[in-house]
T-cell receptor, first 112, second 111 residues
């Protein structure tokens, strides 16, 4: 069966510091991978998605970037965090087409 | 008009009652529809998928899809306090490959 791992679970970082969140999927090949952010009490905001190694699509302009160095690895990064980057970051995967997304457990990021 | 609309709630129902959660969408070509449950502080969990008009039942959950009227609903029978969560409606639009989420409805089941 497929599993998705996301870490760390919680993170507190000062403004201006870098960020690296990692997500890996097991049990499937060539998944579509996604990064979402959810601000407190708000809906899901799609940040990035990838349909293959090295293929990244950005949905919103911001100081975040994503990379997919391996088929089942998706990384979210920032060089300098802003207070507005605080939120709940969710990695998800799907097989594409009409299939649903499956989410990791998320990372709660607080920028102080 | 938002692509996927849900009443944000909270929807409050007594324990044992039927909770009815509704979702309307604008893309008439939408093909696949999903309901997710999100407990406070947790990630969304897929609870129902529905692809064709009609009802689909899974335990206490029933998903209903009406493509002509462009709505999908989720019924929760014999609601329990543990059902208290935010329920997200999502769909794959006509272009395919991407899910669009509604803002979610917060359900509160009171003992």
């Amino acid at each position: 069966s497929q599993t998705i791992h996301q870490w760390p679970a919680t993170l507190v970082q000062p403004v201006g510091s870098p960020l690296s969140l990692e997500c890996t999927v097991e049990g499937t090949s060539n998944p579509n991978l996604y990064w979402y952010r959810q601000a407190a009490g708000r809906g899901l905001q799609l940040l990035f998605y990838s349909v293959g190694i090295g293929q990244i699509s950005s949905e919103v302009p911001q100081n975040l970037s994503a990379s997919r160095p391996q088929d089942r690895q998706f990384i979210l990064s920032s060089k300098k965090l802003l207070l507005s980057d605080s939120g709940f970051y969710l990695c998800a995967w799907s097989t594409g087409g009409n299939s649903p997304l499956h989410f990791g457990n998320g990372t709660r990021l607080t920028v102080t | 008009q938002k692509e996927v609309e849900q009443n944000s709630g909270p929807l409050s129902v007594p324990e044992g009652a039927i909770a009815s959660l509704n979702c309307t969408y604008s893309d008439r070509g939408s093909q696949s529809f999903f309901w997710y449950r999100q407990y406070s502080g947790k990630s969304p969990e897929l609870i129902m998928s529905i692809y064709s008009n009609g009802d689909k039942e899974d335990g206490r959950f029933t998903a209903q899809l009406n493509k002509a009227s462009q709505y999908v609903s989720l019924l929760i029978r014999d609601s329990q306090p543990s059902d208290s969560a935010t329920y997200l409606c999502a769909l794959v639009g006509n272009a395919g490959n991407m899910l669009t989420f509604g803002g979610g409805t917060r359900l509160m089941v009171k003992p």
